[in-house]
Nanobody, 123 residues
C-alpha cells in the first residue's frame, strides 16, 4: 500500500502561482511513477502531468504545457506540481496518484490516490 497526501491548494487570482505537494508513505516511493490529475465540478477526472519513477521522463496535458512543472524528490518521498500563470479554467480538485514503473495518462491505470486538494482561480 502507498498512502498519498496532497497539500498546497488554495484560492488565487488569475496569473498567480501555486505549488502543490504530494507526500507518499508506505512502500518504496521510487518504485512508482506518479501522476497529477484534476476534476472540476460536473466533469470527469482528467490528466494533468506525470513523471517516471526516476524523474527522467515527464508528460503534460496540452492545456498546462509551459505553465505547470512536475518534479519529484525520491529522498523525501514527494512529488510536486508547480503551477504558474493560473487561469480560471484550472479550478478543480487536484489529485496525485501512483502506479507501476511507467506512467500513463489514464486515471484508471493508477493504483493509489490521495484525497485531493482544492485549487480555485478567480478572474
Amino acid at each position: 500500500q502507498v498512502q498519498l497526501v496532497e497539500s498546497g491548494g488554495g484560492q488565487v487570482q488569475a496569473g498567480d502561482s501555486l505549488r502543490l505537494s504530494c507526500l507518499a508513505s508506505g512502500r518504496t516511493f521510487s518504485n512508482y511513477a506518479m501522476g497529477w490529475f484534476r476534476q472540476a465540478p460536473g466533469k470527469e477526472r482528467e490528466f494533468v502531468a506525470a513523471i517516471s519513477w526516476s524523474g527522467g521522463g515527464t508528460h503534460y496535458a496540452d492545456s498546462v504545457k509551459g505553465r505547470f512543472t512536475i518534479s519529484r524528490d525520491n529522498a523525501k518521498n514527494t512529488v510536486n506540481l508547480q503551477m504558474n500563470d493560473l487561469k480560471p479554467e484550472d479550478t478543480a480538485v487536484y489529485y496525485c496518484a501512483a502506479r507501476g514503473s511507467y506512467y500513463t495518462l489514464r486515471p484508471h491505470d493508477y493504483y493509489y490516490w490521495g484525497q485531493g486538494t482544492q485549487v480555485t482561480v478567480s478572474s
